[in-house]
């Protein structure tokens, strides 16, 4: 099974930038749908932007042009740039892979837009 472990979340003032870090301990080339998504207390986890088949990227919408995902093959991470940010993007962030039936998240990090 997978092992992902999240880093570079923390506060920022509105406006602001981040950049999230997801180290994965098995090869990104097996691993055909990975990405990000955040949760805040009392609500559902909402997907916040995914590469599938090592290509495909899908965002949601209320992110869509201020944020970016990407991924390092050689070193098995996976990225998620954060532009323009805003209060309601506070949240936790996980990332998260499947493969194979299986169905992985990371512990999650921490995101607070705060003035």
């Known amino acids: 099974q997978v092992q992902l472990v999240e880093s570079g979340g923390g506060t920022v003032q509105p406006g602001g930038s981040l950049r999230l870090s997801c180290a994965a301990s098995?090869?990104?080339?097996?691993?055909?749908?990975i990405g990000w998504f955040r949760q805040v207390p009392g609500k559902t986890r909402e997907k916040v932007a995914v590469i599938a088949s090592g290509t495909y990227t899908t965002y949601a919408d209320s992110v869509r042009g201020r944020f970016g995902i990407s991924r390092d093959t050689a070193k098995n991470m996976v990225y998620l740039q954060m532009n323009s940010l805003k209060p309601e993007d506070t949240a936790v962030y996980y990332c998260?892979?499947?493969?194979?039936?299986?169905?992985?998240w990371g512990q999650g990090t921490q995101v607070t837009v705060s003035s």
């Open positions: 998260n892979a499947r493969y194979s039936g299986s169905n992985t």
């Open positions: 098995r090869s990104l080339s097996s691993i055909p749908y």
